[in-house]
């Protein structure tokens, strides 16, 4: 059997398959990677609380190759997407809030990643594929860039949630297509 997950309806009522699909892992990697890091501060096994963080680096490292993914799928399908007939304020509010989340999902993984470099340790994807260090060895730094890692994590969680608002008030009070063009209904 052949899936084709970019085919879309001729309605051009929903967005296509492959990116309704990465749209929602994401969401799903995004809410583990954070829920991951709010739980660890709660555990008291050092080795517990090192798995945890490694699932988080993780997936860090994996949320802006689906980025990269989504963008190059953007691209490709955009004509395919749903025309929600927004108004000029809704258009602009969408892009800008869109922006500001792929930038947030390029720009914590890298501070993450400088943290981890800053403070001399190797970062690696998968566990053994070694990764360069994108800044030299600098415990202040590395600090400094902790605070604009977390900083950057509860501005992607206001993004996020404003994101969500938008999708709730077009369904329940304008009542349009913009929240099930989303959904991840398979048909």
Not at 13 to 19: G, H, I, N, S
């Amino acid at each position: 059997m052949v899936f084709n997950f970019c085919k879309t309806p001729m309605s051009n009522q929903r967005y296509p398959k492959a990116v309704v699909i990465i749209h929602w892992l994401t969401s799903g990697l995004i809410i583990l990677g954070l829920s991951l890091i709010f739980i660890r501060d709660l555990i008291e096994g050092k080795p517990t609380r090192l798995w945890m963080l490694g699932i988080h680096k993780f997936i860090g490292l994996l949320v802006p190759a689906l980025l990269m993914i989504r963008v190059l799928l953007v691209l490709k399908y955009r004509k395919h997407f749903p025309d929600h007939e927004l108004d000029l304020f809704s258009k602009i509010a969408a892009k800008a809030v869109h922006f500001a989340l792929y930038l947030s999902l390029l720009a914590i993984p890298l501070l993450g990643w400088a943290q981890v470099s800053a403070k001399g340790q190797q970062v690696s994807f998968l566990g053994f594929i070694p990764l360069p260090a994108l800044v030299p060895e600098d415990m202040d730094m590395a600090e400094t860039l902790a605070d604009w890692h977390e900083w950057a994590a509860y501005t992607l969680l206001a993004l996020i949630f404003t994101h969500a608002l938008a999708a709730l008030w077009h369904h329940y009070f304008k009542k349009d297509n913009v929240l099930r063009a989303m959904t991840p209904i398979l048909k």
